[in-house]
């Protein structure tokens, strides 16, 4: 079993940056495949972003790709996704994701999620 805490959420202006953190503990983290999702009131859950176990792949959203990067510090637990060129249709509930299984874009196939950390970007 793996937890995860979201961090680095926060107000800020379009084209500002944020770089989000997903800490896990309780497991061998380098066992887990790690996905973004995100989501605003009244719409389903997003994906954005997954990067797999080593970080050799990694599989973006359209709306996001070129601006978001996702990386991984096994080292340290973590994973983190940089938000680049931030606009206000990105703003939501950020969510990470873990699973043994691989990554997928699919929100149903992760076992383990964090309680999600916001982000909101001002026009």
């Known amino acids: 079993q793996v937890q995860l805490v979201e961090s680095g959420g926060g107000l800020v202006q379009a084209g500002d940056s944020l770089r989000l953190s997903c800490a896990a503990s309780?497991?061998?983290?380098?066992?887990?495949?790690v996905g973004w999702f995100r989501q605003t009131p009244g719409k389903e859950r997003e994906f954005v972003a997954a990067?797999?176990?080593?970080?050799?792949?990694?599989s973006f959203a359209d709306s996001v790709k070129g601006r978001f990067t996702i990386s991984r510090d096994n080292s340290k637990n973590t994973v983190y996704l940089q938000l680049n060129s931030l606009k206000p249709e990105d703003t939501a509930v950020y969510y990470c994701?873990?699973?043994?299984?691989?990554?997928?874009?699919?929100?149903?196939?992760?076992?383990?999620w964090g309680q999600g950390t916001q982000v909101t970007v001002s026009s």
């Open positions: 994701a873990a699973d043994r299984r691989g990554y997928s874009r699919t929100d149903g196939l992760y076992d383990y």
């Open positions: 990067i797999s176990r080593t970080g050799a792949s990694t």
């Open positions: 309780g497991s061998t983290f380098s066992s887990y495949a």
